[in-house]
């Protein structure tokens, strides 16, 4: 079993910046891949990042303003946000799961969510 606490969020103007971290423990944590969703008001859950050992990816609506890394030692991943939009808002959620390709994700845990509004 793998338990995700997710930290970070807030409130910050168009423009700006935010780092979400997410906090990972389970006794084989390090084994799995992990990634970031977002979900706006009614809209689908969306995939964001994801990192595993084969490296990261994006989905394209974040590539060149967003980075996730992982800390291996500390078992938390972060997402770093930079030149945020109004689009942007939504809740995050970070998850752990499996890739069987450079570009695939499954996710199997969530964790709660944390809340990120961008004001225009």
């Known amino acids: 079993q793998v338990q995700l606490v997710e930290s970070g969020g807030g409130l910050v103007q168009a423009g700006g910046s935010l780092r979400l971290s997410c906090s990972a423990s389970g006794r084989t944590v390090t084994s799995y891949s992990m990634a970031w969703f977002r979900q706006a008001p009614g809209k689908e859950r969306e995939f964001v990042a994801a990192v595993s050992w084969r490296g990261s990816y994006y989905a394209d609506f974040v590539k060149g303003r967003f980075t996730i890394s992982r800390d291996i030692i500390r078992n938390t991943m972060y997402l770093q946000m930079n030149s945020l939009k109004s689009e942007d808002t939504a809740v995050y959620y970070c998850?752990?799961?499996?890739?069987?390709?450079?570009?695939?994700?499954?996710?199997?845990?969530w964790g709660q969510g944390t809340q990120v509004t961008v004001s225009s």
């Open positions: 998850s752990a799961g499996t890739s069987s390709s450079a570009s695939s994700y499954t996710a199997e845990y």
